[in-house]
């Protein structure tokens, strides 16, 4: 069955650092998430991603981050400069229509 | 705007016994409701989806829940509990913005199940 795949499954990078988190969506859906859970917190969204651009992005994506599908095939979330706020867990999703695929998440921990 | 509440951060039973876990929505729209749960160092697997169809939903692994729009609730119950069940659950509503459904999931806090031997 096909799956949600995302690397690295741990990332500890400095304070001010770029990370590039990669999601390999299901081959065939068309709509892409990102969302992130810092620990103890509920999921939240970050940013919606149809037809090669943001559908919907929420509060917390700000101008340090960015998405991109670059191949076709793989999606990621960029963050330009991190903080330690940013130590989440981070999940992507995909979906042909409504019911999202996630992914098993990296874990981001910004020292 | 969108929201869940999920009204239990923990709950414990004894393997066989029945599991409740309860969520109330709040919605402008018809909701689409999911319940996903999550093992340890797990991905978000979905349990089963409400989109305006039958009331009473079937999911995977023996759950079930009942989208009762009178009450705003969408509570998810197993009949017998496992071991295996020990994880922690997500109700998720469907957000809408503006125009319509832009897909986002909106969850709820989470609520942790327990099942004692």
């Known amino acids: 069955e096909p799956e949600v795949t995302q690397t690295p499954s741990h990332q500890v990078t400095q304070m001010g650092q770029e990370v590039i988190l990669r999601c390999v969506p299901i081959?065939?859906?068309?709509?892409f998430y990102w969302y992130r859970q810092i620990l103890g917190q509920k999921v939240e969204f970050l940013v919606s991603f149809y037809n090669n651009e943001i559908s919907e992005k929420s509060e917390i994506f700000d101008d340090q981050f960015s998405v991109e599908r670059p191949d076709g095939s793989n999606f990621t979330l960029k963050i330009r400069s991190t903080k330690l706020e940013d130590s989440a867990m981070y999940f992507c999703?995909?979906?042909?229509?409504?019911?999202?695929?996630f992914g098993p998440g990296t874990r981001l921990l910004v020292l | 705007a969108q929201s869940v509440t999920q009204l239990d951060s923990h709950v414990s039973v004894s393997e066989g016994t029945p599991v409740l876990l309860r969520c109330n929505y709040s919605?402008?729209?018809?909701?689409?409701l999911f319940w996903y749960v999550q093992h340890p160092n797990k991905g978000l697997q979905l349990l089963l989806k409400y989109t305006s169809a039958a009331t009473l939903v079937k999911g995977i692994n023996g759950f079930e829940a009942e989208f009762k729009k009178s009450e705003t609730s969408f509570h998810l119950t197993k009949p017998s509990a496992h071991m295996s069940d020990a994880a922690e659950y997500f109700c998720v509503v469907s957000g809408f913005h503006g125009s319509g459904n832009t897909g986002k999931l909106i969850f709820g806090q989470g609520t942790t199940l327990q099942v004692k031997p």
């Open positions: 081959s065939n859906h068309l709509y």
């Open positions: 919605s402008s729209y018809s909701p689409s």
């Open positions: 999703a995909s979906t042909p229509k409504e019911t999202q695929y």
